[in-house]
């Protein structure tokens, strides 16, 4: 570490942000697998995209297949996944870019890292949705895999899930369609966002 020096910026977070007409957000959005993460992250991109902001999506599938594809899941593995992610958020955050995240992240204490990471800019949206209603949507396949026990430190079952404490939006999809909870989550993030 001794011989890491920081580069000087000529174009800062601010200057970028300027440029793009929007403030750079982290929007962090957590649920059970099969709880309408990754479409509410879609459909939210999908929103901010015709009202003129820069968004990135990134979720389970777009990281593990590629930089933390050397990770499993572990408890070890999977709290180093989730540090990486908000390190990566970090740099679109510097390009002033609303970086709109979709990972179970299945413990308060690995949230609050990504947030401590992330500093003010993190929003947390957590997707509400039961054990059993995920496992009816089962759209993977994960569930019935799971229950037949051919998948281990499954989150929910075998594995651990806390509830968020901190979530500035919760998305009930147990009682809302995915186009309320688009809604709901659009509502609270156009004001953030707003240049």
Sequence with gaps: ??????????????????????KAKV?????????GKSTLAHGLERRLAERGYLTQVLDGDNIRTGI???L??????RNENIRRIA???KLFLNCGIITI????????????????????????IFVDAS??????RDPKGLYKKALAGEI????????????PEDAEVTVDTNKLSIEEGIEKAYEFVKSEVRW
């Design 152 to 163: 281990k430190n499954f989150t929910g079952l075998d594995a651990p899930f806390d509830r």
């Design 87 to 89: 390190e990566i958020n």
């Design 101 to 124: 995240n979709a990972f179970i992240s299945p413990t308060n204490a690995v949230r609050q890292m990504a947030r401590e990471i992330i500093g003010d800019d993190f929003i947390e």
């Design 1 to 22: 570490m001794n011989n890491i020096h920081p580069t000087n910026i000529y174009l800062n977070r601010s200057d970028k942000e300027q440029y793009l007409k929007q």
């Design 27 to 35: 929007i962090w959005i957590t649920g059970l697998s099969g709880s």
């Design 131 to 136: 054990f059993e209603t995920c496992a009816q």
């Design 72 to 77: 499993g899941f572990t408890a070890e593995d």
């Design 68 to 70: 933390n594809n050397n």
